[in-house]
């Protein structure tokens, strides 16, 4: 959850009146904090919170070279994806100095005991907010262009000692070859990672909406297995836990986080329908292969809701395990 002084910040960064080491020192305060609350509320694998990121995706497109800005095709009525910043190719891209991911999980390592998880936005998702211009065919060649650069930054968070990678992916379905290609980019971009590694699928979460009407994990389901990944991080609380019998038949050899903290959803969850979701998803899913988290990110959540949210689902995840002994 974004602290309020954010806002403030955000809006001093639009309108210059705050320099670089200001805005650095904002970022780096508010990671502190979000250390704090998921160390208060007991999560047992924390982030710093994507607070060095400025809204999930900016610092991402900054730093890849061969793109230009494009114009907002809309700015007035309701929020939506076609509001985002978007970009353009007008050469071939690379990320000449990387994605600065090793800082971001330097910094938030040596202020916890915690294990802190390195996450990267995946290049689909980033070629979400690309055109392919002149330069690329599709956005599928465009999310290839990025990969050795992916995979670069991931071989060298884990060379500083990083345990845990994973890839956030709301844009999975763009990808024009299917599932099948979505699976061929992943395993390309963690291709010698020695660390555990999550896939995180979600069907977007700008503020706190969805970006496709079409929300079912049954056309991926059956690659689940061909992904190079150790735990699948999948949204399903915010629908009611439709779907979470795939596992049982595509997933079971893999680690299941399952979202079972609705990010979406306006009010707080009372402790026992959280720990109902989880024993739904034992239903399908051994106890030694599953992990719990939010469906998504808190970015888009008012953080003392996201605060109580962690608490509820810390106490939810308490009483099952209590429960299977």
């Not at 607070?51 to 730093?63: I, Y």
């Not at 599928?140 to 060298?156: D, G, Q, S, T």
């Not at 990083?162 to 844009?171: G, L, N, T």
């Not at 079409?214 to 689940?224: D, G, T, W």
Request: with cysteine; net charge negative; aromatic share 10%.
């Amino acid at each position: 959850g974004v602290p309020s002084w954010m806002w403030v910040v955000r809006e001093a960064v639009a309108s210059g009146d705050i320099g670089p080491a200001d805005i650095d020192e904002t970022h780096k305060d508010a990671v502190k904090v979000a250390i704090m609350d998921m160390e208060e509320a007991g999560v047992d694998i924390i982030s710093d919170g994507e607070m060095q990121r400025s809204d999930f995706t900016w610092n991402f497109h900054d730093r890849i070279q061969g793109l230009e800005p494009m114009d907002t095709p809309r700015r007035l009525g309701y929020p939506g994806p076609d509001q985002l910043d978007s970009f353009r190719c007008v050469a071939p891209l690379s990320v000449p100095d990387g994605y600065g991911i090793v800082a971001e999980w330097e910094y938030a390592h040596a202020r916890t005991d915690k294990p802190v998880i390195a996450t990267m936005q995946s290049p689909v998702t980033q070629a979400f907010r690309i055109h392919p211009g002149d330069v690329y065919q599709d956005k599928a060649e465009v999310a290839k262009a990025l990969v050795p650069y992916i995979n670069k930054e991931l071989r060298e968070v884990v060379a500083a000692g990083c345990r845990h990678v994973q890839f956030d992916e709301p844009a999975y379905w763009i990808v024009p070859g299917g599932p099948e290609e979505m699976v061929e980019i992943f395993n390309t971009c963690v291709e010698g990672i020695d660390a555990t590694i999550g896939f995180h699928l979600c069907f977007g979460n700008f503020r706190g909406r969805p970006a496709t009407s079409n929300r079912s994990y049954a056309p991926f389901a059956p690659h689940f297995k061909d992904l190079n990944a150790d735990v699948i991080h999948i949204e399903f609380a915010n629908r009611s836990m439709a779907e979470i019998e795939l596992w049982e038949k595509y997933g079971r050899e893999k680690m299941l986080c399952a979202g079972v903290i609705d990010v979406k959803g306006r009010d707080l969850e009372p402790v026992e329908v959280v720990a109902e979701r989880i024993r739904t998803a034992l239903r399908f899913c051994a106890p030694e292969k599953l992990w719990v988290a939010p469906d998504c990110g808190f970015s888009q959540t008012v953080r003392w809701l996201a605060v109580e949210k962690m608490k509820v689902m810390v106490q939810a995840a308490g009483i099952v395990r209590e429960e299977i002994g």
